[in-house]
């Protein structure tokens, strides 16, 4: 039986100055581990297995490691005691969410801005860490900010069954700014896909024949630099490992190698055959990419 060794112990160190030397290519050559969440970590609350021990190892060999998240549900805190359930130490400088990224693109652009939010408690949140003067009149708006309004069972919540209509008045009458925290169509949750921020992105563009002036999550490079800043690296230096396109052409956007593994959302069917998208590395599971 062929001995499967796990990184970083001194088999695969082996393996990988071999390869290096080869010219050959493997992810666990890169510096700096950019993950996405839901779908390749973790499915809602339950752990993809070996997620922490993939994660563990990773920094025990000296890899920076960063996750990054287009969910526009949650906020950085929630997502600290989250991690904890999963058994995944992290501390915010660790995370790179959606909510948060956007939150800072609209307070750096227009500090104190009067913004109408169409999404949920997470959102809300990062927006009034961000010193974002939050509004309920559609009418007085100057920024609209989009995510999902999706309950976890992929139902309108009962906190946006009208906000949906005053977001369209906002950005009809009030001209205001039209931002959105990530443009997913659909987020894995245990029950199975649900409809994502980009059924709302895509009900508004129609509605109003436009589109958003700004995109903040994957696979635009806005979150994307947020999470390189943090590791301090190159893109060539990274990797980014996700479970869905965006995840893939953010890599591509940016120049990050990218890591496809099989245990979210999207098939790779899909993604290959159907989004024409060729991601550098393929696996089924995180866990994978450490064994060699």
Not at 110 to 121: I, S
Not at 171 to 183: H, Q
Not at 248 to 261: D, E
Request: with cysteine; aromatic share 8%.
């Amino acid at each position: 039986m062929t001995q499967v060794h796990l990184y970083p112990d001194a088999g695969t160190e082996q393996k990988l100055r071999t390869f290096y030397s080869e010219g050959r290519d493997h992810p666990l050559l890169r510096k700096g581990f950019i993950f996405d969440v839901d779908g390749v970590l973790c499915w809602d609350e339950d752990i993809v297995p070996g997620s922490p021990e993939a994660i563990a190892r990773l920094r025990q060999g000296g890899k920076s490691v960063i996750f990054i998240s287009n969910n526009s549900t949650k906020s950085r805190v929630d997502y600290i005691s989250k991690f904890e359930r999963l058994g995944i130490p992290i501390t915010e400088q660790d995370l790179v969410l959606s909510t948060y990224a956007t939150a800072r693109y609209v307070a750096q652009e227009h500090p104190g801005a009067r913004v109408y939010m169409l999404g949920a408690a997470g959102l809300r949140k990062e927006l009034e860490l961000a010193g974002l003067n939050l509004i309920d009149d559609p009418f007085q708006a100057q920024y609209v900010v989009v995510g999902t309004v999706f309950d976890g069972n992929g139902k309108i919540s009962e906190e946006n069954s009208r906000r949906i209509t005053d977001a369209l008045q906002a950005l009809y009458y009030a001209k205001a700014k039209f931002i959105a925290a990530n443009p997913d169509r659909m987020l894995p949750t245990k029950g199975g896909v649900i409809p994502d921020t980009g059924a709302v992105i895509g009900a508004l563009s129609y509605m109003l024949e436009r589109q958003p002036d700004a995109i903040i999550g994957k696979p635009t490079p806005h979150i994307v630099q947020m999470a390189l800043d943090r590791t301090g690296l190159k893109p060539e230096d990274c990797v980014i490992v996700g479970d869905m396109d965006t995840d893939m052409l953010a890599g591509q956007h940016t120049g990050i190698a990218t890591v496809f593994v099989r245990s979210g959302a999207m098939t790779e069917e899909m993604l290959r055959q159907q989004l024409g998208i060729s991601p550098d590395f393929t696996y089924d599971k995180v866990i994978d990419i450490l064994q060699l």
